[in-house]
């Protein structure tokens, strides 16, 4: 372990996702070690910090996401929701105070990336826009970030991930080895929504994924040698519809997976794939909303 507080190059010695062992089970968490080893002077508050979602017709859900946000955070951080829907989501996002941003329905990852960037604090936290994510845990991913961590991702499958569909689990499992093999650090659970950032991670790189958005902005960085960690949370049912088909979604994020591990490890840029990203992977997708 060193000192380093800023990004370095190869390996991030302060990960805690590898934590000494590459395929002996999952790594004890430590977070003494993080503080001890890592050396900061920002101390950032909720008010310093964004939640972001991409909404797609997610009406059932969205007053349950804000009204948590409120409540844990005291009303102090901002909320984006960048907006898909046909609904009634995005009046109900602008009732609860949150910044709307439109665009047409084209995927996860357009949608995040369009607001992470319009985020404007120093810590960045996304999160699904479907209760299944734990407000609750906002504060820690918050101490982490102020112990030194550059970001912080929600670790589902530690606790079993069972309001997860088996197809879902089974999938983000083969997901974490195969990503884990690529960029040399064990990683368990490289598809999580939740995860707090500091935003110049998020300046700091291109991004290109689509349906793999969630899987680049943990692996590109790793390989870069942010300091990253793992946080186990609670994951719990969804409230409303998916928006997202498991199956054509899952190929698109293997796809990415390994894009970004070859891209990573080789350094080399697969242009003939990335001219343009992925497609949406909606379960049902409405031509007309597209252009
Ligand atoms: N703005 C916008 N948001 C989207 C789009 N596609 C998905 N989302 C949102 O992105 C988040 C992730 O989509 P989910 O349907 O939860 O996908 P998932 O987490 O893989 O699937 P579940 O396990 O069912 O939750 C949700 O908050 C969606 O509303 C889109 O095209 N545009
Ligand atoms: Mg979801």
Known sequence: MNNHSGRQLGRPV???????SLFF??????????KTSIMTDASYTFDDLTVVMGTYNESDAITSVLTDIDRVTDGRADIICVDSSTDSTPEIAREHGATVIEQPPRG???AVETALSAAETPVVVTTDCDDTYPMDSLPRFLELINDGYDIVSGDRLYHGATAMPVLNRIGNAVFAVVASVL???????TTTGMRAYRRHVIEDIDWTENTGLSAELLLRPICRGYRTREEPILYTERLGETTLDPIDGGFAIAKSILTIGIEERFGITLTWEYQQRDEAHHQVLDPAQLF
Request: without cysteine; aromatic residues 8%; charged residues 30%.
């Open 108 to 110: 996860y990852g357009y």
């Open 25 to 34: 089970g999952r790594p004890k968490i430590e977070v003494s070690r993080s």
């Open 14 to 20: 302060e990960s805690q996702i590898h934590a000494g």
């Open 183 to 189: 960029v040399g650090e064990r990683v368990h659970d």
